[in-house]
C-alpha cells in the first residue's frame, strides 16, 4: 500500500514560481516534484544540524524577491 500524500495549497510570487519552473525543467522533475525534493532536502538538512534554515533563506514574508 502506497503512502498517502497530504494535499496543501501554496501561493508564491509569480518570479519564484517562474525560477522554481525552470529549475524543475532543469531537473526533469514536475513542479510539484521539485518542491518537494527541495522541501525535504530543507527538512533533512535541518534535522543534520539541528538548527533552523539560516535567515538569508527565509526570504520576505510578502513573497515579494528584493530588487536584485
Not at 40 to 46: F, I, K, L, N, S
Amino acid at each position: 500500500m502506497a503512502s498517502e500524500k497530504k494535499q496543501i495549497p501554496l501561493r508564491v510570487s509569480p518570479q519564484l514560481f517562474e525560477k522554481i519552473a525552470a529549475w524543475a525543467e532543469d531537473d526533469f522533475r514536475s513542479l510539484n516534484g521539485q518542491i518537494e525534493y527541495l522541501l525535504t532536502a530543507c527538512v533533512r538538512q535541518r534535522e543534520k544540524n539541528g538548527r533552523p534554515v539560516p535567515e538569508r533563506f527565509q526570504g520576505n514574508r510578502t513573497g515579494q524577491d528584493e530588487q536584485e
